[in-house]
């Protein structure tokens, strides 16, 4: 593109100074002006300003004005068409790359998942609810043209394929989310993704626990039994609704007023402190020492820079 506007921009350019030089001239000989005068009055025409202190007196200085008006604005015509073709040309190919499944995309620290479905347009709200940009691959015609219409991100493809994975940018990638029509192809697709990156972190959606350790030989960093986590919380609603609609406010970043938060600690304190400074109950900690996890730690237990905490805290006004 960036040669074909550089071409009409010249074309314009030379197509701009023949013209006013000529009509200058022209003008000069007519009108009996000076030769400033004459550049100044095709200067102020050519650039439609028209300031009208220099008007023609005879009819060939009439001939002038009227020819170098009606070149301009056929100039300034020229340009607008050929950059607005140019735009749409680069609107349509870009979409057709992502349809046909090769455009590479060049973000980086985005989420790439892998297959759309219910399961993961949840995520992808949860996702974007943080604020990250998504990459969403799917093989199925329709649906690639159902998210094209509604300007996501999304390329065509099968996600087990690792030149469509590597057309997502999976290796420049924060994280990959997998869920797929079964959870063959979903521990296929893991394999891929750790064939063309070793340090993405992967996370694996299932539908059935008998996959679990496939999953995570086949390289997921965490897997999620989707099925399990959605019956144990129906079965909630009947003998515990209250811990079920907790529990469901702190899945939720877009819901409820309840967040559950990851962060790294930063200096050496106690639980204790950590709770009052944010304001928040700790749930969990994993040292950074050992990788063990502690399940709710007393207040006086002491947490050291490297550790990561997990805590429930009100919402924050601007990720509610």
Known sequence: MGGNVRAVLIRAFLVFIVNTSLSAYLFQRYEGLSPFDAIYWAVTVVSTVGFGDITPKTTMGKIIFMYLTLTSLAIYGYIIGVLGSLLVE???????????????????RHIVVLGWNPVTSTAVSEIEA????????????????????????VLRGDPKEPSVLKHANVPKAKAVLIFLDNDHE?????????????????????????????????????????????????????????????LSDLA????????????????????????????????????????????????NYILIAGDTVIYIAKMALDRS
Do not use: H, W
Request: aromatic content about 4%.
């Open 252 to 299: 939720s970043s877009k819901e409820g007023d309840l967040d559950v938060i990851q962060e790294i600690v930063k200096r050496e304190e106690l639980v204790s402190d950590f709770e009052d400074r944010n304001n928040c109950k700790v749930i969990a900690v994993k040292r950074i020492s050992s990788g063990k996890i502690v399940k709710l730690p007393p207040r």
């Open 130 to 153: 943080q604020g990250y940009k998504v990459i969403i691959v799917d093989n199925r015609e329709d649906v690639v043209a159902m998210l094209t219409s509604e300007d996501r991100r």
């Open 186 to 246: 979903t521990i296929m697709a893991t394999l891929s993704v750790r064939s063309i990156s070793k340090t993405v972190d992967v996370v694996v959606g299932l539908r059935s626990v008998d996959y679990y350790s496939l999953a995570k030989q086949a390289g997921a960093n965490d897997v999620v039994v989707v099925d399990e986590i959605g019956g144990k919380l129906m079965g909630s609603m009947i003998f515990e609704p209250l811990s079920a609609e907790v």
């Open 90 to 108: 680069v609107k349509i190919t870009d979409i057709l790359k992502r349809v046909l499944g090769m455009k590479v995309m060049t973000m980086e």
